[in-house]
Every structure is written in C-alpha cells, then in structure tokens.
C-alpha cells in the first residue's frame, strides 16, 4: 500500500466517543505542561506519549498514527467552533439535561440552507444530540486561543478557580450534615446516605456547581430585564461562571474516574463510534 493510501486509510479510521474524549483529554494535559506545548498544539514526542497513554489506558491498540491524531483533534475543535456558532444565536437556547441547542424549526432549516454540504450533516446532528465533547473543548480553546488582553493561560485560569472553590467549599455543609427545612443553620445529625458518601470533596464540589449555576440564572435573568451600562458587567460575570462550572464539571468527571478506573473499558467499549 502506498503512503497516499495509508493516509487515506487513516483518514477513514474510526473513533468511539470515549476515544474521541480521552484523546482531548491527553491533548489538553499535554497543552498545560510547557515542555510539551507549542504556540498552536503540543511537540511530536508529546503526540507519542498520547499515543501510549491512550493504548494503556483503554487497553488496546490505537495504530492511528500521529498525523491522525492531530487531524481528529483538529476535526473535534471544528465541530466545537460550530456548535458554539449556533448556540450563540440569537433567541438560542440550551436543553439542560441534554445539552442540545434550543431553536425554531425554521431557523435550523436556515442554518442547513445557508452551511457547505459537507457540514449540514454535523449541524443535523447536534440538532438531535449536541456535541457531547463541549467541556472539554471549551478548556482546550480558552488555552490554545486567547490572544492579547485576553491571552490568561489556563493553567494561571484553574489556579484561581481552585482558590475559589476552596473558599466556596468552606462555606458549605459537610457531607454528615443536613440544612433544617426553614433555615440557613446547619444541623449535625449525620443521615444514613450521607454516611455513604463515596468521597466528600465530591459532594461538595456538586453543591458549588449547584450555587454557581443559581448564580449564572440569576445573571442572566437580570440582564435580559435591564439594558443599562452595568450590562457589560454582568455579561462578564455570567462568563466567567460558566467557565467556572465548565472546569467543576471537568475536575469532578476526572475524579470519578479515579475512583472507579475498572469502569473505563466498558465505558470506552459502549460507546457509539463515529467517522474521523
């Protein structure tokens, strides 16, 4: 077989989602350490340790070569750039338990209309499904894109987040408490389910993301009722909130994985596969 059809072949090699998820993952690790990183993507011995760490962790063999690699991560941050385009419409919304953008019939028959051929059929799926790799891309952007006044890295980014979160953690109830009905005050009668917690950090992390995204409603329910000078404010305010609960979100993904590694495979394993 030639070279032309050996990347002909890998151009068609096929990815599950949790392969899809662990190669963000491993790329967006690669892009926090400095030795690995360039100003656009991560060295060549990088792309080899991904590789690696990719056949151990899902206990096979990815023979996809490392030009592959970085076209599906390409690929993967081009279906991003397109799903943030649409659910940053106006009048668009977002399915909360799905994740799918929230539009007209005839706004999405407009949107198919007016895109190349060869992306009608992915806007077509985040239709029915949304893109379930957001989080991920979403850190591996703000990393590999920020320019200017905007250029904070991420690794200065998770720094500050996890200072906040300490401090918002501070402030909540421990797992072995329970909040009276009408009140604030906490009570120490420790519950039969909270004595079977997995990992206290976990519960807490959930109720931070629970309070941040109470707050980022909030935000946004105030900016659509007024139209003042604080509204750049407070748009800025609701950014950084998700992005906050976007990296909680990520963090506690990554430690309940730790604690159950045994799960991997046969998460990988069930996974639908897709096209590269």
């Known amino acids: 077989m030639s070279t032309r059809d050996d990347a002909a072949a890998a151009q068609r090699a096929t990815w599950?989602?949790?392969?899809?998820?662990?190669?963000?993952?491993?790329y967006f690790e690669a892009r926090k350490d400095p030795s690995k990183a360039t100003d656009k993507g991560v060295k060549s011995?990088?792309?080899?340790?991904?590789?690696?760490?990719?056949?151990?962790?899902?206990?096979?063999?990815?023979?996809?070569?490392?030009?592959?690699?970085?076209?599906?991560?390409?690929?993967?941050?081009?279906?991003?750039?397109?799903?943030?385009?649409?659910?940053?419409?106006s009048g668009c919304g977002t399915c909360p338990q799905t994740g799918k953008p929230l539009l007209d019939d005839d706004v999405w028959d407009q949107l198919i209309d007016a895109k190349p051929t060869k992306l009608r059929g992915r806007i077509k799926e985040m239709r029915k499904n949304g893109f379930e790799h957001e989080t991920i891309c979403s850190l591996i952007a703000g990393d590999s894109r920020a320019t200017g006044a905007d250029a904070e890295s991420v690794q200065s980014l998770l720094g500050l987040l996890e200072d906040t979160t300490e401090k918002e953690e501070s402030a909540l109830p421990q797992p072995n408490e329970t909040l009276l009905p009408d009140s604030d005050e906490q009570s120490s009668v420790t519950t039969p389910a909270a004595a079977q917690d997995l990992h206290p950090s976990h519960e807490r992390r959930v109720?931070?993301?629970?309070?941040?995204?109470?707050?980022?409603?909030?935000?946004?329910?105030?900016?659509?009722?007024?139209?003042?000078?604080?509204?750049?404010?407070?748009?800025?305010?609701?950014?950084?909130?998700?992005?906050?609960?976007?990296?909680?979100?990520?963090?506690?993904?990554?430690?309940?994985?730790?604690?159950?590694?045994?799960s991997d495979s046969a998460a990988f394993a069930a996974s639908p596969s897709s096209d590269d």
């Open 16 to 26: 599950t989602r949790g392969e899809e998820l662990a190669l963000l993952e491993r």
């Open 45 to 89: 011995k990088a792309w080899e340790e991904i590789k690696t760490t990719l056949n151990t962790k899902l206990k096979k063999t990815l023979d996809k070569g490392n030009g592959s690699f970085l076209a599906k991560v390409q690929r993967l941050m081009q279906d991003y750039d397109l799903f943030k385009e649409i659910t940053s419409l």
């Open 207 to 262: 109720q931070t993301v629970k309070r941040i995204r109470d707050g980022a409603s909030k935000t946004r329910c105030n900016k659509k009722r007024r139209q003042s000078p604080s509204g750049d404010f407070n748009e800025e305010l609701g950014a950084l909130l998700k992005t906050f609960t976007v990296y909680i979100k990520y963090k506690m993904r990554q430690e309940m994985g730790d604690q159950a590694p045994q």
